[in-house]
């Protein structure tokens, strides 16, 4: 087997620490074929469809990409702007937040990249330009405050099977949440704080986020638990009484049972029950995309709206909010702690022993 090196490597030198924040990806345009490689590569990822490969691999080339890309393509094409899909211009403009505050802290020692875990730019070009910097110390960021198996798991799978091929590892380290960190609490709250000091106070507030499968659940996911957990913290700062909000989960694929309630039935039940203004958060996501565009500010805001509601408002993700770059930042300092660049005493003595060896 052939490891990869670098190819500007240098013994002694200053080593760097990376930062490698993750998301979960985009096509490269709103296309059929675009969407048909994409969703290839997603739906072929064994932790998130846990179904018995060669089954599946009938079932996804044969149906699904056979018909879902031409529809997905039409919806991404609906939230499609001129620089891109909304997801990656917002983990654009995260990245380049957060480098900019590290850069003002740390200098030249901290490197800031990222990657989406399917499509483009990949988890293996973004390590590679990171290690090609000089970074000796990884610290992988996925943005998913909920862990789950399908996200943050997969992520660090991706990172893994990279690093099999690599001659020299570096130090690694890596987030799998921040569900219940205060800032990222705190941020969320002053998030809805703000909407409702424009647009009011809704008869109710719902949290939604992207489901899994419930057996997932059953198996030992943690995902549902830190959601519900996100929910509650936000609702206690908020000082909201249990009738003000509730949790739903949205996005469900294929015929099994997922996560519970799910957001379109709910949506659509509530004006029946005395709900005619609504809000709707979805905390499990860090940037805007389709899930939230498409599906919630569109689709379920017609839902409820056709079933009696009358004002309906969708509270947009965190983003690329100062608030939001301040407490990334904040997550990342803390798992830096004892983690300084190595020293130029250090790197001289590395290379005058690599000097001494080879000379022998």
């Not at 399917?118 to 405050?145: D, H, Q």
């Not at 709250?189 to 809704?202: D, F, T, V």
Request: hydrophobic share 35%.
């Amino acid at each position: 087997m052939k490891y990869l090196g670098r190819t500007n490597f240098q013994h002694g030198e200053r080593g760097k620490i990376g930062v490698l924040l993750l998301n979960l990806g985009t096509p490269d345009a709103p296309t059929t074929p675009a969407l048909r490689r994409y969703l290839g590569q997603f739906l072929a990822d064994p932790r998130v469809v846990e179904v018995p490969r060669l089954l599946w691999r009938v079932i996804l080339h044969g149906v699904i990409l056979r018909i879902r890309p031409a529809r997905s393509a039409k919806a991404y094409a609906s939230v499609w702007t001129n620089d891109g899909s909304p997801l990656l211009t917002h983990t654009k403009a995260q990245t380049a937040g957060v480098r900019a505050t590290l850069e003002a802290k740390w200098g030249a020692d901290v490197e800031v990249d990222f990657a989406m875990r399917y499509g483009n730019p990949s988890v293996s070009s973004a390590i590679e330009r990171l290690l090609e910097k000089g970074v000796r110390k990884l610290l992988v960021f996925p943005l998913y405050p909920q862990y789950s198996g399908s996200t943050t798991a997969s992520t660090f799978d991706a990172v893994a099977e990279d690093f099999r091929s690599r001659r020299w590892l570096p130090d690694l380290r890596f987030i799998s949440h921040y569900h219940d960190h205060q800032g990222y609490i705190k941020a969320v709250a002053n998030s809805i704080r703000a909407h409702q000091a424009e647009h009011g106070i809704p008869d109710k507030l719902v949290f939604s986020y992207h489901g899994v499968p419930k057996r997932y659940l059953l198996r030992g996911d943690p995902y549902h638990c830190e959601c519900y957990k996100t929910t509650r913290l936000v609702a206690e700062e908020l000082g909201l009484s249990k009738e003000q909000y509730m949790t739903t989960f949205q996005s469900r694929f294929g015929r099994e049972e997922w996560l519970t309630p799910y957001t379109d039935e709910t949506l659509k039940a509530l004006p029946g029950q005395g709900v005619k203004s609504l809000q709707v958060v979805c905390p499990g996501f860090s940037s805007d995309c389709l899930e939230t565009i498409e599906e919630i500010d569109e689709e379920n805001r017609e839902y409820f709206m056709e079933a009696g509601g009358e004002q309906f408002s969708y509270i947009e993700c965190l983003n690329a909010s100062e608030p939001h770059i301040e407490v990334l930042t904040e997550i990342i300092e803390e798992n830096l702690q004892g983690w300084p660049a190595d020293t130029a005493e250090a790197a001289a003595k590395s290379a005058d022993e690599a000097r001494k060896q080879t000379e022998k």
